[in-house]
C-alpha cells in the first residue's frame, strides 16, 4: 500500500479486450507469434549487422541499436499482455503498473531519438558526403547513441513522479492491455491536472522535436537529391532512406495521434479504438520494421541471403563447386533395377567427375545434393535446434489431437473422426520432409540417394493430396451437419466416413505413383544439385537433361484437376453452409453454426494459399528462396499450426487435453 497521498490502490486490474472475451486464446496465440517473431527479426538485424563487415557502418550502428530497443520495447508490455489473454493473472501490483509505465514511456522516447539520430545520419552521408567519415565517426556514433538512451530516462522522470503523486482510491480496473497514461490517468480519485499537463508537454516535446529533426533531414536531402544529375544516383541515394522513411510514417503517425493531444479528448467510445491503435505501434509495428528494413533494403538483404543460404546465391552464378560432386549421367530405371542384381554398377556413368560409388558388397549409387537452407555453421546449429522444436511439437500436438478423439466419449462424431485423421496424416507429412532436413543440415555430405530422393517425392505428393482430399471430406461433414441436421447421422455414418477416408489415402496414393513413376525414364546428366531441403518433384525435374516435358504437363494437369475438384467440393459445401446459416434467425444459433466451422477454414485457406502458389504457377516466375520459404509453410508449419487452430476455439477438445494431462 502507498501512504501519504490518500494512495489506497494497492494493485490494478488490466482489463485487455474484454469484448472479445470468446477469443481470448485466439488473441494469445496470435501475440506470442508475432512476439517471438519481433524478437527473431530484430535479434536477426542485430546478428547480420554483426558478423557482416559490410554492414559496420554509422547507418547500421543506429539500425541495431533501434533493433535492441525494439526488443525492449516489447518485452516490456507483450508477456504481460499474452498473460492477460490468457486468462491466468490479469492483475498488477501499483509498483509493477508503474515501472511498466516507465519504461513504456522511456523506450517510446529512446526510439524517437534513435529515429531522428538515423535521420540525421542519413542527412551527412547524403549532403555531406565528403565529411560523412568525419563528421559520423565512431566516437559521435557511439555519443548519439548513449544521449539517446540517457537522455529518454532522465526527460520521462517529471512526469513519473507528477504522477506517483496521484491518490488512486477508487476503481482499480484498467481498460487496456497494458499501464499507459491515459487509462492510469482516469483512475484517479482527483482532477489529473497537473500530471496531465506534465505527460502532455514532454509528449509533444519529445514527439514534435524529434519528428521536426527529420522533416528538416529529408527536405535537405530531397532538395540535394534532386541536383543530382542521374537518375540512378538519384534512385540509389533515395534507397537507402525509404526504410527509415517508412518506419517513421508508421511509428509517428500512432503515436501522434494518441498522445499529442490533451487526454480529457479521451472519450468511452474511442476506448476501443485507442486500443487498436496503441497496438499497432507497440506490438505490430516492432514486428514489421525488420521486415521493412530486409525487404526495401538491398545490403541487407544481401547479407541476410549470405548468412542464411550461404552458397546457394553463389550457385546460381557458377554450376561447379569444388570439392563437390557435381555431374552424374545416369538412367534413373538402370539404376533402381540393376542395383538389386548387381554389387556393382555403372549405371551409364560417363563424366570423369561422377558421382560417388559404393563398391565391394554394397551397390553402386547416385546421389543428388541438398543444399538445405544454410552453409553458416552458426546458423545451421540455430536452424537444426529450431526445426527440431517445431518437428517435437507437431508430432506431440497431433498425437494429443488423436488422443483427446480416441479417449473422450463426446469426441466420438464424424467431424473428429476426420480431424483424427488429418492429425495423422500431419504426423505422416513432417515426418517425410523434416528427418532428412534435420539431418542435411548438420551433416557435412547434405546428399540422400537417388531412391530415396523418388521415395521421398513420392510421399511428399502422396501426404499432400491426401490431406486436400481429407480437408474436402471435412467441408463436406460441415455442410451435412449443418444444412441436413435431421438426416446428417444417416448420411455421415461410421460406414459412409472410413469411404470417404479411404478414398483420399487411394487418390493420394495415385497421384503420387502417376507422378513418380515416369521419374524413372529420364537421364541426369548435369548438376546434381537440388537448390532446395527437400527432394520435391519440381526441383528433381529441373535437373533432368531429358525432356521432361510431357512430365511437367502430366504434373501441371494432375495438380490442377487435383487443386481444382477438392477446393471445389470445398467452396460448394461452404457456399451451401453460408446460405443455411444466413436463413437461421437466432443470432445465438448463426454464431454457434460458423463457430464449428472457423477452424476448419482457416485450415483451407493457409494450406491451399501456399500450395496454390507454390505448384500452380508459371516455373518462369519461380525463385529459389520463395519456394523454400512457400514448402516451409505448407510442409512445416501448417502441420505445427493445425492441432492449435483446431484446440484454441473448441471447448470440447480443450477439456479432452486438460483430462490427458492430468492422467
Known sequence: MVTGNKTTVTHFIILGFPALKKLQLLLFFVGLVVYVLTLCGHLIIITIVHIDQRLNTPMYFFLSNFS????????????????VFLGKDQTITYTGCITQLYFFITFGTAECFILAIMAYDRYLAICNPLRYPTLMNNKVCLYLAVCAWVGAFIINIPPLISLCRLPFCGPNEINHFFCDVPPLLKLSCIQPHEAELSNFIVATSVIVSSFLLILVSYILIIITVLKIPSSSGRQKAFSTCGSHLAVVTIFYSTLMFMYVRPTSTFSVDSVDFNKVVSMFYTVITPMLNPLIYCLRNKEVRDALQKAIWGKCMLLSKSSSIP?????????????????????????????????????GNQTDECFFWLLGLSNDLQLQILLFGLFLLIYLSTVVANVMIMLAVKSNPNLQSPMYFFLSHLSFLDVCYSSVTLPKMLETTIAKQKTVSVRGCFTQAFFILFSATTEVFMLSSMAYDRYCAICKPLHYMNIMNIAFSYKLVATSWTIGFLYALANTLPLLRLEFCGSNIIKHFSCELPSILSLSCSDTFMNKMLFFISGGTVGIVSLSLTVVSYINIISTILRITSTEGRQKAFSTCSSHLIVVTLFYGTGYFRYLRPSSASSVVLDEILSIQYSIITPLLNPIIYSLPNKEMKTSFKKILKW
Open 68 to 83: 535492441f530497443l525494439e526488443i525492449w520495447y516489447t518485452s516490456n508490455i507483450v508477456p504481460k499482455m499474452l498473460e
Open 323 to 359: 570439392g563437390k560432386p557435381q555431374n552424374c549421367t545416369f538412367n534413373v530405371g538402370t539404376v533402381l533395377i540393376i542395383a538389386k542384381r548387381a554389387p556393382i554398377i555403372h549405371a551409364h556413368i560417363t563424366n570423369s567427375h561422377a558421382l560417388p560409388v559404393m563398391v
